[in-house]
């Protein structure tokens, strides 16, 4: 499994919806399901983004996927950014990255929840 981070932005459909039902994007981050992906975590933000999602996928496609149907859920422009363990590059530690601790080791249902 890879972690992504989804950086979404709501459209002008997606402020409506937003408005109309202010709990719109929790309920659409716990009622999607995707085999192979889980949230970890999902934020509101300032700034540029509107919001963070923290995934748990085995693989791009299905990460897409993900992306797909809560962008169509919420009215979310996303972009997905596939998250690399800091120092698996580092010459000290030549080993697969997959065998790496990864920087943060969250399970379903303990990141915090906005």
Do not use: C, W
Not at 12 to 27: H, I, T
Not at 60 to 83: D, K
Request: hydrophobic content about 40%.
């Amino acid at each position: 499994m890879s972690l992504y981070f989804l950086l979404g932005t709501l459209s002008s459909d997606g402020q409506r919806l937003v408005y109309e039902d202010a709990d719109l994007f929790l309920k659409a981050t716990n009622s999607i399901s995707i085999a192979g992906a889980t949230v970890l975590g999902r934020y509101g933000v300032l700034g540029r983004y509107d919001y963070v999602i923290m995934v748990d996928a085995r693989d791009n496609e299905t990460v897409a996927r993900m992306s797909v149907e809560l962008g169509i859920r919420t009215g979310l422009h996303i972009e997905t950014l596939p998250a690399i363990a800091i120092g698996f590059m580092a010459d000290q530690n030549p080993n697969d990255p997959k065998a790496q601790p990864e920087s943060i080791q969250l399970q379903p249902g303990q990141g915090a929840t906005t």
